[in-house]
């Protein structure tokens, strides 16, 4: 982990926020090649899962919504985590996180049995100093809304986006009038006040997600259920990863958060360890119930087909955007030798490398080859548009290898032959590190199929 957060800032990935001033835990800023390699994975997510499909949705609810949602979904009374404080330092820590750490299973357990636990079995703080009584700590960001600072203008930085699709549900039926089964999705950022914030950018108290929200009659929930599992595991392919380092976690019945009849956690080997990745749950009509019966609008459906009213039931899939990226990170990070020398690459995939070609002078004093080399760029940059970089620092040498760690599947140099003879140049290929000699327009092709 210490050498891909090293290589995150060093190559302009992910930094520390607010790290001029000593940084504020949990909070990670992306840089100029991170931005472009989450906004590629995003961009492949809603491909996927909205614009390759007939029965979705996107929205973009607000960060800000009214107290009552929040109320009427369960968070205000029950989102909380397990809180207790190192005696000695006034550290405070996840009290299920330092049970879990001493391999003991927390499932189904409350804050009692945690306290209790943790004096049957004599655990300690990191530090190895007795801790307090565990206690619950609420996870949501509080806020006021207007000038008044009462219960009235309480409001929340939003823990999750599924609400601001359940609340949307309506509109979206009065605008478009779908069928059952169909979906809302949306990508956006969600706050959550850490005890623990740790791990990079694992667990952060600010964070993007992918979300879906399927509305299916309750009949056939089994088979949409199915379908979205499937799906999820595809788009972890579509990003490069590793099937095998991908696995699924049927979570227990007595596990089950309040709202879900079935749950499954995809799990990826992140180097802390196999930990959650994304997640697919079938929250019943839970949702939808309770914001109707808190509000007092109608959220049922009307089948035309069936004559028949219902409220639907939610199939959600989620999936984590910087986890994502972490997970991208972590599988493709890589090491070899390359002429007898220690290479660290990059070997992301194609479709969501941050740079997918470097053209590059082979000197760049020369003016008649950093004129053609800009020509190519030119041409190449409106074949794939924002995916293009003009490299002529340094030496050749240096510049594959600084592409390699940014993780450039492939590199184009211009030299004297592609200007004195048949106007070939030599396409690098990242991973074999070996070289063809070709046109543009079979360079062109050979990138489009890899994509």
Known sequence: MEEIIALAKRRGFIYQGSEIYGGLAGTWDYGHLGLALKNNIKNTWWRRFVLDREDMYGVDAAILMNQNVWKASGHVAGFFDPLVDDLKTNKRYRADSLLEEAGLSIKGMSIEDMNNLIKEKGIKSPEGNPLGEVRQ?????????????????????????????????????????????????????????EIAPRDFIFRTREFEQMEIEYFVNPKAWETSFDHFRNEMHAFASDVGLNPAKVHEHEIAPEDLAHYSKRTIDFEFDFPMGIKEL????????????????????????????????????CIEPSLGVDRTVLAVLTDAYSEDDVGGEKRVYLKLSPKIAPVLIAVSPLLKNKTQLVEKAREVYGILRKEFPGRIMFDDNGNIGKRYRRQDEIGTPFCITIDFDTVEKDQTMTLRYRDSATQDRLSIEQIVKVVKEAI
């Open 278 to 313: 994304y997640g697919l749950a079938y929250r019943t009509d839970f949702d939808l119930k309770s914001h109707s019966d808190a509000s007092g609008v109608d959220l049922s459906f009307f089948d035309e087909e069936t004559k028949e009213r219902y409220i639907p039931h």
């Open 137 to 193: 700590f609420r996870m949501m960001f509080t806020t006021h809304v207007g000038a008044n600072q009462d219960e009235a203008s309480v409001s929340y930085l939003r823990p999750e986006t599924a609400q601001g699709m359940f609340v949307n549900f309506k509109n979206i039926l009065d605008s478009f009038h779908p069928k059952i089964p169909f979906g809302m999705a949306q990508i956006g950022k969600a706050f959550r006040n």
